[in-house]
């Protein structure tokens, strides 16, 4: 009976393995291809780069300073 | 290192190796993630079509992995082949997937799903019928088992890989692959049983 089952598993593994490996399909190709470009872009558009023409930018402003405030 | 080993050997490709693109995917090029995609696109939407058993549902399931993988591409520590974790990730896609629409009942494929290569020459069109026929009763058949047990033959009988490498990709013990594959193998057992034993 075990000697059954292992032969009746062994056929069953090598009808599956005859079967064809399906293709993906163009338009699943494309539809992938589409999302990755979107998320491409969202991480490109996510990225924080540092503004090398205003290295030193500081909100200046009366009203704020970082020098410590002591009251007189 | 987990990886598969048999029967859908991947053809030797030119340029960047899978980890190559995956590291440079991460680092920031923009290219490198769907050159990958692309590179494993059958064998993905093999998984996916056979665990989730209808086009539609296995289409949405790869986009799903494949915005996961794209974004967790740093979480890939090398201990594994890239396909192992890209495989990974489609399965844990398609269950997230069975979960969400577990009423529904499974439609047969379409007819222009399973084009592939044919399996004789073609001057033998007798014998390309038959086997088609077989490959159709046998993919309608794997849609009749539970899809614990499915992705467990896709990834052992399908794929290749040692149960212990399937056990870790579903994150269960090797014991329960075992067990599935066996229970999966006996219902196709007998849904298929009128099949004569394919050459």
């Known amino acids: 009976m075990l000697e059954q089952t292992a032969d009746a598993d062994e056929a069953i593994t090598r009808l599956l393995r005859c079967t064809p490996a399906p293709v993906m399909p163009p338009s699943v190709l494309a539809r992938l ?34 020098d410590p405030v002591t009251d007189a | 290192m987990i990886a598969p080993t048999f029967r859908r050997p991947i053809a030797e490709v ?81 269950f997230d997937r069975l979960r969400r629409i577990a009423a529904r009942r499974a439609d047969p494929l379409p007819d222009d799903i399973e084009r ?46 040692s149960i212990d490498d399937a056990a870790r990709i579903l994150g269960c013990a090797p014991g329960t692959v075992k067990s599935r594959c066996s229970r999966g193998r006996a219902r196709l057992a007998v849904l298929l049983q009128h099949l004569k034993e394919v050459n």
């Open chain 1, 33 to 66: 291809r589409s999302t990755i470009a979107g998320e491409v872009a969202l991480r490109n558009a996510s990225r924080v780069e540092p503004d090398d023409a205003v290295p030193d930018l500081k909100p200046t402003s009366p009203l704020w300073q970082d």
């Open chain 2, 14 to 94: 030119d340029g960047p190796t899978d980890a190559q693109l995956l590291a440079a995917h991460v680092a920031g090029d923009d290219r490198a993630f769907t050159l990958l995609m692309e590179r494993h696109a059958d064998r993905l939407w093999a998984v996916a079509i056979k665990v989730m058993n209808n086009a539609e549902d296995a289409a949405d399931a790869l986009q799903d992995a494949m915005i996961s993988a794209f974004r967790r591409a740093e979480s890939f520590r090398g201990d594994a082949a890239v396909t192992t974790w890209l495989h990974r990730i489609v399965l844990n896609a398609c």
């Open chain 2, 116 to 161: 592939s290569a044919e399996l004789t020459a073609p001057d033998d069109p007798e014998a390309s019928a038959v086997q088609a026929d077989i490959a159709d009763e046998v993919t309608a058949a794997l849609g009749q088992i539970g899809a614990d047990q499915r992705a467990a033959l896709v990834l052992v009988d399908l794929e290749g890989y």
